[in-house]
């Protein structure tokens, strides 16, 4: 019902910055909340950022004032800004989103993952 393709990530220097993107596709009646989730080496998948349909957002504590979440409804993509990049943000950033079907049901969706690297 619906794909999740994400981009961005890569390799950066402590205090850089990266932009990531993700594009749903496929058959939906409309797209609820998004968000960005993270998993290091060892640790369980944490919440990074989340933004709802109306453009209200939410942020991990560590990342408050660093990263910013946007989304565009017309394309259907949600972004994460990622400033001030710190090498405890190297981690396996995944896109999560709920969609509602034109049967009127609520799923989620996650994204395949993408590779953020920040070197000290």
């Known amino acids: 019902q619906v794909q999740l393709v994400e981009s961005g990530g890569g390799l950066v220097q402590a205090g850089g910055s990266l932009r990531l993107s993700c594009a749903a596709s496929?058959?939906?009646?409309?797209?609820?909340?998004m968000g960005w989730y993270r998993q290091a080496p060892g640790k369980q998948r944490e919440l990074v950022a989340t933004?709802?349909?109306?453009?209200?957002?939410d942020y991990a504590a560590s990342v408050t004032g660093r990263f910013t979440i946007y989304r565009d409804n017309a394309k259907k993509t949600v972004d994460l800004q990622m400033n001030s990049l710190k090498p405890d943000d190297t981690a396996v950033y995944y896109c999560k989103v709920v969609a509602t079907t034109y049967g009127f049901v609520n799923n989620t969706y996650w994204g395949q993952g993408t590779q953020v690297t920040v070197s000290s």
């Open positions: 933004i709802t349909s109306s453009s209200s957002t």
């Open positions: 496929g058959r939906f009646l409309r797209l609820n909340v």
